[in-house]
């Protein structure tokens, strides 16, 4: 931007601003008209915000219940699951525990076979 387009801009600024202050001062209406003009918007303006500041509380507020809600439903479901991957996990556990006791079972029975096929040859040879 040229130094002449910022002046530009600048002077309608100030004028604009003049014009303001002179609109108010040569107002038809008294100074006490003006101020009370001034202080009505300045009310109606921070009724606006301030309910504009309550309705953002509340949607927030609702948005805050709705999450925890949301984080405790998940909590259940994630917890439900977690009782129920366990259940799975002791159960694996306990058919292994068989399985593992099931072959121990055999392997002695095979070996006490072997024993006693051994002794029977031995004895036979012996005989």
Do not use: W
Request: proline share 1%.
């Amino acid at each position: 931007m040229s130094e002449k387009s910022s002046d530009l801009l600048k002077g309608l600024f100030i004028g604009g601003l003049i014009g303001v202050v002179l609109g108010v001062l040569f107002a038809p209406k008294s100074g006490k008209e003006t101020r009370d003009d001034i202080i009505r918007k300045t009310d109606e303006f921070l009724d606006q915000a301030k309910e504009g500041y309550e309705n953002a509380m509340e949607k927030g507020k609702a948005i805050c219940e709705t999450t925890v809600k949301h984080l405790k439903d998940l909590e259940i479901s994630a917890k439900e699951k977690m009782e129920e991957v366990e259940g799975q996990i002791n159960e694996f556990a306990q058919q292994g525990a068989e399985v593992v006791e099931d072959n121990k079972s055999r392997l002695r029975k095979a070996i006490d076979a072997g024993l006693e096929a051994y002794k029977d040859e031995s004895i036979k040879k012996a005989i």
